[in-house]
């Protein structure tokens, strides 16, 4: 009898603490949503004052004609146009964001709502037990369930920091082909501006269009990251510095165009890359180290329980 209570409590405490994380998990992202939603409400006034700039300089308008005047008018219009298209870029990253934080709400609420009513079952599991320990005559029961529940709570610890190291995982994987991708390109041509598009051949045209996928996806796995974070914050000595990772493809892109327009070459996106990556394999590092410790303390929950198992009399 006591080891099937013990057994249930233990699956049922365990899908309570995968319930509150789910909860807080929702409550972060839907204000990331919010701050996502403001935002782009601030990038699309924007991206239409860029745009309405570079008309004027195509134009004939007073603005056009002032610039071409003073012979300006072609270096500021490169300048609106590249403005424009950074504006451009994260006006995107942030629909994509918006639309991949929407869809992570509508799972996390199923997930919940698949839990069903856990406080009623834990209650009636808990009286259950109190009934048994009270007319139970031996002291070791008292310290059985104490130390199963103690070995419920690491294992937990031990599911979290996991799933901390695969979402840091996943980051690095995306970010290594983004820095692969960058070293790749450090010799590319600049991007011809004037007629033709963007990009004067079909190749650079689908390598931009590659690396500004995987940063919708570095971005994507950094919240997902960062939110585990908060998760495991609590139960580690070592306080990880989780700061924010939100603001990646804001400077990713400004990077982006100032060297692939201005310079020609890849630098600034590229650090911002390798430096991401650098931060998260540090934060990954602290995290084996907690998991290992929570690793050691269920191992000697275990013993303890086994030790008092064989020697009752």
């Not at 997930?111 to 037990?129: C, H, P, Q, T």
Request: aromatic residues 6%; hydrophobic residues 40%.
């Amino acid at each position: 009898m006591f080891e099937q209570l013990n057994k249930e409590l233990v699956e049922i405490k365990e899908k309570l603490r995968v319930r509150q994380k789910l909860i807080s998990n929702l409550d972060r992202t839907q204000n990331m949503l919010g701050e996502q939603s403001s935002k782009l409400k601030k990038l699309e006034s924007v991206l239409e004052k860029e745009g309405a700039d570079v008309k004027k300089l195509e134009g004939l308008s007073l603005a056009g004609l002032f610039h071409s005047v003073l012979g300006d008018k072609q270096a500021q219009l490169e300048k609106e146009r590249q403005e424009y298209l950074a504006a451009k870029l994260k006006y995107d990253e942030c629909k994509y964001s918006i639309s991949a934080l929407g869809s992570d709400i509508d799972s996390i609420k199923i997930r919940i709502a698949g839990l069903g009513d856990l406080d009623g079952r834990y209650r009636s599991v808990v009286e259950k037990k109190e009934q048994l320990i009270s007319q139970s005559n031996s002291k070791n029961t008292s310290k059985l369930i104490e130390l199963s529940e103690a070995l419920a709570d690491t294992q937990s610890d031990i599911r979290e920091f996991n799933e901390a190291i695969g979402a840091g995982k996943a980051v690095l994987t995306v970010l290594d082909e983004v820095v692969n991708s960058l070293k790749s390109a450090r010799n590319w041509g600049t991007f011809d501006m004037l007629g033709g598009g963007l990009i004067t051949t079909a190749v650079k045209h689908s390598r931009i269009n590659k690396v500004r996928e995987l940063v919708h996806q570095v971005q994507q796995q950094l919240r997902i990251f960062q939110r585990e974070l908060a998760d495991v914050n609590s139960m580690t000595e070592i306080k990880i510095d989780i700061g924010s990772f939100v603001t990646f493809a804001d400077y990713f892109f400004d990077g982006l165009i100032v060297d692939w327009i201005v310079q020609s070459k890849i630098v600034k996106s590229l650090e911002s890359a390798v430096q991401v990556s650098e931060r998260v394999r540090n934060i990954l590092g602290q995290l084996r180290s907690d998991l290992k410790k929570s690793q050691d303390k269920s191992r000697d929950l275990k013993r303890q329980k086994q030790k008092i198992i064989e020697d009752a009399v």
